[in-house]
């Protein structure tokens, strides 16, 4: 923890919040780097494309076109992952971004399986 994040923390627990907050800066850890069960976790719970929240969504929140969309749907049992694998290769594919973009669609399922990959910048303060 560096000396603002120390002094950020010490501030909150002067007002006894209790938070978990997640820092931009200190969640780079890319999504090409985590587990191949992540995918496959993600994909359990976002094929179903006919579901609000679906992969589809998170394709759009993630920057995909309608022809993207339809290349993925080529493999309609993995389409989340393939979609993961592409994006996973974009130089900014951050676990922290994905998880924006999971809660964006109002899929706290999905962003559930991604929290314990990221690094709190305070726990219980």
């Given at each position: 923890?560096?000396?603002?994040?120390?002094?950020?923390?010490?501030?909150?627990?002067?007002?006894?919040?209790?938070?978990?907050?997640?820092?931009?800066?200190?969640?780079?850890?890319?999504?090409?780097?985590?587990?191949?069960?992540?995918?496959?976790?993600?994909?359990?719970?976002?094929?179903?494309?006919?579901?609000?929240?679906?992969?589809?969504?998170?394709?759009?929140?993630?920057?995909?076109?309608?022809?993207?969309?339809?290349?993925?749907?080529?493999?309609?049992?993995h389409s989340t992952q393939v979609m993961l694998?592409?994006?996973?290769?974009?130089?900014?594919?951050?676990?922290?971004?994905?998880?924006?973009?999971?809660?964006a669609i109002g899929r706290e399922d999905?962003?559930?399986?991604?929290?314990?990959?990221?690094?709190?910048?305070?726990?219980?303060?």
């Amino acid at each position: 923890m560096n000396l603002t994040q120390f002094l950020f923390c010490n501030l909150l627990r002067e007002y006894f919040v209790f938070v978990f907050v997640f820092s931009l800066l200190d969640n780079q850890v890319m999504l090409r780097d985590v587990s191949a069960d992540l995918y496959e976790k993600l994909g359990f719970l976002l094929n179903p494309a006919s579901f609000r929240g679906s992969w589809i969504h998170l394709a759009g929140k993630l920057g995909y076109t309608n022809t993207h969309v339809a290349n993925f749907k080529l493999r309609p049992m993995h389409s989340t992952q393939v979609m993961l694998e592409d994006w996973a290769q974009r130089a900014d594919a951050t676990v922290f971004k994905l998880y924006q973009a999971v809660q964006a669609i109002g899929r706290e399922d999905a962003a559930r399986e991604l929290e314990s990959m990221l690094v709190p910048l305070c726990t219980t303060v």
